[in-house]
């Protein structure tokens, strides 16, 4: 149970750290290391982890991979499309990372909670 | 592909120790001792504390060697001229260090990443410390191109400066992104680490790939040693290149890992393709020895395939929107490998190639369609592509004679030391053709493009990570000791000769590729002061430009604009008076740098002397006003507009 579920749970708590330190109460470089670090690793890996079971150095990998190439397609979709709103893209990020995280939950076989 | 020739011997202190207990009667009570407390084992304290112990001792060293260096005195050589012997000191211990770790003890990875992490933040990370100031001129320019996203959030491709940017933004889209969402400001409050994280990532990728196609814990960790050894391109700075030779990278490694080939064609497929038929039987027998029965095992199933390929065609999707050169690399080397028959999904590389052919033909059409007449230019004379990048070393200064050199003899040796590595492996009866093909691949580059004279730095840095990959079978130690020790030794000396010519390559040109506090300070009272609408006419475009702004002013370039225009060396006052007088621009400045003398000092490219001679000729001119100055950087307008705008 242990192990199926402690993913789920780093995803939501960073993902909501990243929503929290959004809101600019911390100083810079700690706002930069939580949401850089969501940014860098969680959306990616909230969708890693349920589609595969590779080891975790790949896995760990492609979740870097995906997460940055979510949050280009966010940006990008953002300035071609001219709806320039960056907290918008970063909530939008965190909703998917969360609802990734729920599914991981919810797929999870209820022999192993 | 790559098998593990013998097993490593397991250290003695795995051995089950021996129980008292399991005696039994008699010799149990004449063996019986009262039980004292174990005695500590030596030999495994040294083992699992050593690398500690150097890693603490190298850091130390190097922190407070390096912490006085006075950046402002660099010499021809660059960043080199100022480190004390102490930091090369502490540099080869830790590579030495690493070596005898990788060879002696592979089964300590978090020891192993340890070094190669220390490796590259001491070596990517020092400058950015010690500089204060971002490093490369170009790095300013995508600092630039990430604030216009911020400021107006969208892009114009048909701009007229760093247009290219705009039809390929992804990347500093990206960086918009991240900035606002951050708080950062501005991306030079972290540009500068960018060289410190993007070695880091590739590393990962490498480490990645080598495990694709090697169980041989040895061989990935050298190979990625080699590697950053041997990356002295420079394109880890904040760029797209950067983010998506990672991207690259991770698409190369999903490939070799989850879709090569685990068996030969048959000999009757080989007959139904026409070029192949008639060397059909040598063919066959080439991709035999190609296949490697002991090779990792990366069993898939087919949902996990489909999945695979899915994260394949969305990583890509931002190599296209990002940049010009990489998806080419990829897509080339995708299907290289599909011709030699070493992957399956045939449907996948082109996909690749609309997606690529969709982004020229919608997303940069623009710049194509300005750019179209030159590139099939460029395309025709392709002979010159390798000469362009090749520069004629005559005009350097001594010290960048020597450091060009360094670049080539380094390239060299590499090159050298990798075709020794496959022909080792051709001599075990192994040929590793996917491999082969991912080093081979990006020299098509060169028939297409001069890529603005760079081309022959994007093969070599594309081919890097294979060619490393060759390097580490060449000296791949068998495990029996005295010949270990003897490839340790060797691989430890050609480590270090290694590095020394990444030194020179590396940071042979910081002396103009660092910018002083007093350079920042002037680009900061031009860019932040200058109306839009004005003419910024620079000494080179080697100095922090066009990072704030930058659409709104026009740009032109003194060292460009010298070969074409004689009258700008005889008669400067009255040539440049002409230019900045005219009534489009509502402003005109002139700038010039420490950092742009210093690189017409080294390269010369224009006859040396020439910038040194227009900034005198300015200042004794009665034309000319000094509107900004400090001791690195002079700034000039027009006296009458200058006297006309004050108050």
């Not at chain 2, 660059?78 to 102490?86: E, T």
């Not at chain 2, 590259?120 to 950015?128: C, D, F, Q, S, T």
């Not at chain 2, 060397?279 to 002991?294: E, N």
Request: proline fraction near 6%; glycine fraction near 6%.
């Amino acid at each position: 149970m242990r192990q199926r579920i402690t993913w789920p749970i780093i995803i939501i708590v960073s993902a909501l750290s990243a929503g929290l330190a959004s809101l600019g109460f911390l100083p810079t470089i700690l706002q930069f290391l939580i949401i850089g670090g969501f940014i860098l690793v969680i959306p990616g890996m909230a969708y890693i982890r349920l589609m595969l079971s590779t080891p975790s150095l790949t896995r760990f990998i492609l979740s870097v991979a995906l997460s940055l190439s979510l949050s280009t397609f966010v940006s990008m979709f953002m300035v071609l499309t001219h709806t320039w709103y960056p907290l918008g893209g970063l909530y939008f990020l965190i909703a998917i990372s969360i609802a990734g995280a729920a599914l991981q939950i919810i797929l999870a076989p209820r022999n192993q909670w | 592909m790559i098998r593990e020739m013998d097993r490593p011997t397991t250290a003695k202190s795995k051995a089950p120790p021996p129980s008292v207990t399991a005696h039994r009667g008699i010799r149990h009570l004449v063996q019986y001792r009262p039980k004292l407390p174990q005695g500590i084992d030596f030999t495994n304290l040294i083992r699992k504390t050593w690398p500690l112990v150097i890693l603490s001792a190298v850091l130390v060293t190097y922190v407070v060697s390096v912490w006085g260096a006075d950046v402002n005195h660099m010499t021809d050589f660059g960043f080199l001229s100022v480190l004390p012997p102490a930091a090369y000191a502490a540099l080869a211990v830790l590579i030495i260090s690493a070596c005898i770790l990788i060879f002696h003890q592979p089964e300590d990875s978090l020891f192993i990443f340890a070094f190669i992490f220390t490796l590259v933040l001491l070596v990517h990370g020092a400058p950015n410390v010690l500089y204060g100031t971002l490093r490369y001129s170009w790095s300013w320019k995508h600092v630039g191109m990430v604030d216009y996203i911020q400021d107006y959030g969208s892009i114009n491709p048909a701009i007229a400066y760093l247009g290219v940017y705009h039809n390929w933004p992804g990347f500093f889209a990206f960086g918009a992104f991240l900035t606002e969402i951050t708080g950062a400001q501005s991306a030079l409050n972290f540009a500068g680490w960018a060289p410190v994280f993007f070695n880091l990532i590739d590393i990962a990728a490498l480490l990645f790939i080598y495990s694709s196609l090697t169980t041989d814990r040895r061989v990935i960790w050298f190979a990625a040693l080699i590697f950053c050894l041997t990356n002295w391109v420079g394109q880890d700075y904040f760029s797209p290149q950067a983010m998506n030779y990672f991207f690259h990278l991770i698409i190369i490694g999903m490939i070799l890992k989850w879709f090569t080939v685990t068996s030969p064609p048959t000999l009757t497929v080989l007959h139904r393709i026409p070029i192949v038929r008639r060397f059909a039987v040598p063919i066959l027998r080439l991709l035999s020895r190609a296949i490697d029965s002991d090779a990792p095992v990366n069993a898939s199933t087919s949902t996990e395939r489909i999945i695979y390929q899915g994260i394949i065609v969305a990583v890509f999707g931002v190599i296209v929107v990002s940049h010009q050169i990489t998806p080419f690399m990829t897509i080339i080397t995708v299907f290289g490998l599909l011709l030699a028959r070493q992957i399956k999904p045939r449907l996948l590389p082109f996909i690749l190639l609309f997606m690529f052919v969709a982004w020229l033909m919608t997303g940069a059409r623009t710049y194509m369609q300005i750019q179209v007449s030159s590139m099939l230019r460029d395309l025709v004379q392709f002979g010159d592509h390798l000469t362009s990048t090749l520069h004629d070393t005559t005009t350097f200064s001594p010290g960048q004679v020597i450091v060009s050199a360094m670049v080539r003899g380094e390239t060299l040796a590499v090159v050298l030391l990798a075709v020794a590595g496959a022909f080792r492996r051709y001599r075990n009866r192994n040929i590793d053709v996917p491999i082969i093909i991912c080093v081979i691949a990006p020299f098509s580059a060169l028939l297409a493009s001069s890529y603005g004279g760079e081309i022959l730095f994007r093969v070599y840095f594309f081919a890097l990570p294979f060619l490393a990959l060759f390097i580490a079978l060449l000296i791949r130690p068998t495990f029996r000791l005295p010949q270990r020790w003897l490839m340790t030794v060797f691989a430890a000396v050609m480590s270090c000769m290694l590095f020394i010519g990444f030194l020179f390559a590396y940071y042979g040109k910081d002396q103009w590729n660092y910018f002083t506090p007093n350079e920042v300070a002037a680009s900061d009272y031009l860019f932040n002061n200058a109306p839009p609408g004005t003419l910024v006419i620079e000494g080179s475009r080697n100095y922090p430009s066009e990072y704030r702004n930058y659409s709104r002013f026009t740009y032109l370039m003194l060292s460009r604009e010298i070969p074409l225009d004689a009258k700008l060396v005889t008669d400067t006052t009255a040539t440049l008076a002409r230019w900045m007088s005219e009534s489009k621009y509502s402003a005109a400045f002139v700038i010039i740098s420490r950092s742009q003398i210093l690189e017409e000092h080294g390269l010369g490219e224009i006859p040396i002397g020439t910038l040194e001679n227009i900034k005198q000729t300015l200042l004794d001119s009665p034309l000319f006003r000094v509107v900004y100055r400090n001791d690195d950087v002079i700034i000039f307008r027009l006296a009458d507009k200058y006297d006309a705008a004050q108050p």
